[in-house]
């Protein structure tokens, strides 16, 4: 059973529009982050929380907002969408503790026209 | 803040062949260590999770060695078959952001049958 999921899987989505990305975690931890990977940059944070009703500005937030509002639940919103945010992204959830690791869902496909 | 280097980006090896992946990292007080596995169309799967008191771990069929002295985690795939054939990510946990982490930017591995 899939402990993190995303959805849509594949999005296009016109210039201009609002994109919500959903994120769903049956794992209980209390942190989510959500990244996007492109090619040359690797993984790089957009936004991440704590718990329900927190969200914490990652390295890359600016034209991204974020939802908790629960603790299953991450929302990545994008209010006014360019084709420079076509890109892969990732959730990931994790706990406290010494390690911390992060457990990722499997991505969706966003495409910006 | 920590920053994370890996090397090579391509790797192509044949069946049976051993392969390295080397990272390098900037923090010499970070102590939580990662390499993902993320195969075509999929999110990044936990391979292994190192604590600097370890040097050497070992998963099934690969090897992660931790040099704290020159602050190199490398990951050797003792003898690689197709199905190894992914991207691999290393990760760094940040000393300062203890639910922050920095990844490398992947190598892709081949492996030719």
């Known amino acids: 059973e899939a402990a993190v999921t995303q959805s849509p899987r594949n999005k296009v989505a016109v210039t201009g529009g609002k994109v919500t990305l959903s994120c769903n975690q049956t794992?209980?931890?209390?942190?989510m982050y959500w990244y996007r990977q492109d090619t040359g940059h690797g993984l790089r944070l957009i936004h991440y929380?704590?718990?329900?009703?927190?969200?914490e500005k990652g390295d890359i937030p600016d034209g991204y907002k974020a939802s908790r509002p629960s603790q299953e639940n991450f929302s990545l919103i994008l209010e006014l969408a360019t084709p420079s945010q076509t890109s892969v992204y990732f959730c990931?959830?994790?706990?406290?503790?010494?390690?911390?690791?992060?457990?990722f869902g499997p991505g969706t496909r966003l495409t910006v026209l | 803040g920590e920053q994370v280097e890996q090397r090579p980006p391509h790797l192509s090896v044949r069946e049976g062949d051993s392969a390295v992946i080397i990272c390098t990292y900037t923090?010499?007080?970070?102590?939580?260590f990662f390499w993902y596995k993320q195969e075509p169309g999929a999110g990044l799967q936990l391979l292994m999770k190192?604590?600097?008191?370890?040097e050497i771990n070992e998963g099934q069929g690969f090897t992660v060695l931790l040099n704290k002295k020159d602050k190199q985690l490398s990951l050797n795939l003792t003898a690689a078959h197709p199905g190894d054939s992914a991207v691999y990510f290393c990760?760094?946990?940040?000393?300062?952001?203890?639910?922050?982490?920095?990844f490398g930017k992947g190598t892709h591995l081949h492996v030719l049958p």
């Open positions: 794992n209980n931890h209390n942190n």
């Open positions: 990760a760094v946990r940040e000393d300062t952001n203890a639910y922050k982490v920095i």
């Open positions: 990931a959830s994790g706990d406290w503790g010494n390690y911390a690791e992060q457990f």
């Open positions: 929380s704590y718990g329900a009703g927190s969200t």
């Open positions: 190192v604590f600097s008191s370890t």
């Open positions: 923090d010499p007080n970070s102590y939580y």
